[in-house]
């Protein structure tokens, strides 16, 4: 039976009409209410009292999740059935930060031993890296990393490097080391990411699944040349390693079959930061005994989600109220706001996780979804959101968000004079904004202020919109692998839900084929004053407009 049809799914579209007419000025009143949607678990509150929901809501939502199969689905994930239908793959991020006593089984072989050897090599070399056992073709420390990669081999890993550079263990342990993470073709990038950097102490890490990402494969061309520029080409050997599950393409590359950390088809792009794609750049920057708590903090929340009953699981909760947001309120899209600077590349990291994931029109048997899938995710640290796309959030649109803050700051500071510490300051906007949201302010509110009655319209806030709050102790390793995990798991939530393929990711492919004929024949026109021909008009006309400059 079609999704839509389902007795929890049309219950959830005649509720939502029910809760269209209830406002959050109203339910917040509620104490029971509010406490009855707060979860609490391993340093993590979530507070989800502000959705335009009640505890019916929940409970419908609960019915959806039971309908659908949530949780056989869930654990078919986690053991290794080969959920990713299309391309005949099984899906386990979560093996990868699996205990080395686990057992999960991939076609009838246990991958955790494997996933334990590659953790094993990665921690061998940083160790040697960063110890100057291990040194460049004219004897000196790799004290800098360049990381070559995009989507899922560049996201994840800049994302988790950003939020450990200002923990104080973590930035101990860089003390003296650089590194960059180098994505874009742009040669903008390129020179952006050498700034500084010389051949003789780089160290170069080629990040691709495939190993034949036109973007990846051009920089790390580029950035081999100059390296060898300077060094010659048997410095090569070693300054440049590689993260690959495509070992015979890596050799062909250049690069020493010894220096290639694998992973396994079972590692989706966008879900691999835990893989070589993330730990050896981290473990470079940052030691490996820091990113083995990251690996810790990943490895608790996938046991919450895996055990938690549903009504109290923190993903599972996020996710459902996803879907109750985009599929039954009509809101297609999403705010991710980490109250929290060290959080600058939560948000570009999600949305290729949930946007790649969960961007789908069919459902996994390939019929038509009939509804819209997915949101627009996007995000910015607070407060500088606030002084950017909030009024559309509070006026505007209604975009459903998350804020996520902290008890504790990573660098602490208090201004002698000031009556709060700076997080403090920072904080208070973090519990302002959901209330302000929420709440909002009405025509009488305003006019009570002596506002002329022309400016009043100007100056209301509707309120009754809709936010998650995540209080989290303090931001470290631990809390950035149960973060990048929770995210994780949401999106796969709604993908179960949705009952649509979140492990491939065909919506890419047409425009990178389409990018090869711009090349070939940019090549050819160029070189051979070939004239451009298999375009349409407008196409046509651009090129000529761009090879004639
Ligand atoms: O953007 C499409 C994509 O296939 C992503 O899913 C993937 O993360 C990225 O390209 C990079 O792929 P690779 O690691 O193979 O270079």
Redesign the pocket.
């Known amino acids: 039976m079609s999704l839509t049809r389902s007795e929890s799914w049309k219950n959830l579209k005649q509720h939502a009409k029910e809760i269209k007419g209830t406002h959050l000025r109203d339910l917040m009143q509620d104490g029971k209410r509010c406490k009855a949607m707060c979860v609490e678990s391993d340093g993590i509150l979530l507070d989800y009292s502000r959705q335009n929901a009640s505890q019916e809501t929940t409970a419908a939502l609960l019915a959806l999740a039971q309908e659908t199969g949530l949780k056989k689905k869930i654990k078919a994930m986690v053991s290794g059935k080969k959920i990713n239908n299309t391309e005949n793959r099984a899906v386990l991020h979560t093996a990868l930060r699996a205990d080395a006593k686990a057992v999960v089984k991939v076609d009838g072989k246990n991958v955790i031993p494997d996933v334990h050897a590659v953790l094993k090599d990665i921690r061998a070399f940083s160790n040697k890296v960063r110890s100057g056992k291990w040194l460049g073709a004219t004897g000196k420390t790799l004290k800098d990393v360049v990381a070559i990669?995009?989507?899922?081999?560049y996201l994840g890993p800049e994302f988790i490097s950003e939020a450990l550079r200002t923990d104080k263990a973590c930035a101990r342990a860089a003390s003296g080391r650089r590194v960059r993470f180098l994505a874009n073709v742009d040669p903008i990038d390129v020179s952006r990411n050498l700034e500084d950097f010389d051949p003789e102490t780089t160290l170069v890490v080629v990040?691709?699944?495939?190993f034949t990402?036109s973007e990846?494969m051009l920089n790390a061309k580029t950035i081999r040349a100059w390296i060898t520029k300077k060094l010659g080409k048997e410095a090569v050997a070693k300054h440049v390693v590689a993260v690959s599950t495509n070992h015979e393409a890596v050799a062909d590359f250049g690069i020493d079959p010894k220096n290639v950390f694998g992973f396994w088809d079972w590692v989706g792009?966008?879900y691999s930061v835990c893989s070589a794609v993330g730990i050896l750049p981290l473990a470079l920057q940052y030691g490996y005994k820091n990113i083995d708590v990251f690996l810790a903090g990943a490895r608790a929340m996938d046991d919450h989600f895996a055990t938690a009953p549903l009504g109290k699981n923190i993903p599972v909760l996020l996710g459902l109220y996803g879907v109750w947001n985009s599929s039954f309120l009509g809101r297609k899209t999403r705010a991710l706001l980490p109250y929290c600077q060290a959080l600058l590349k939560l948000a570009p990291h999600i949305q290729q996780v949930d946007m790649?994931s969960n961007g789908k029109g069919v459902d996994v048997d390939g019929k038509a979804l009939g509804f819209d899938a997915g949101e627009v995710d996007f995000g910015e640290p607070g407060t500088n959101g606030q002084h950017s796309f909030y009024q559309l959030m509070h006026q505007g649109q209604v975009v459903p968000a998350d804020f996520i803050g902290f008890k504790k700051s990573q660098q602490p500071i208090k201004v002698a004079g000031h009556p709060v510490s700076n997080h403090d300051e920072l904080m208070a906007n973090f519990f302002a904004q959901p209330d302000a949201l929420a709440f909002g302010k009405t025509a009488a509110e305003v006019a009570a202020q002596g506002i002329e009655a022309d400016v009043v319209p100007h100056k209301v806030f509707p309120g009754n919109r809709p936010s998650n709050v995540l209080l989290i102790d303090e931001l470290n390793a631990y809390s950035c692998g149960q973060l990048l995990a929770l995210y994780e798991h949401r999106t796969a939530v709604q993908g179960f839900i949705w009952n649509l393929n979140s492990f491939d990711?065909m919506g890419?492919e047409l425009g990178k084929v389409l990018a090869k004929q711009v090349v070939s024949q940019l090549a050819d026109s160029r070189k051979k004053k070939a004239p451009i021909t298999g375009f349409n008009p407008s196409t046509t006309a651009l090129l000529k407009k761009y090879l004639d400059a």
Do not use: A, D, L
């Open positions: 990669g995009i989507g899922g081999s990040i691709s699944k495939t990402t990846t792009g966008r790649e990711q890419v």
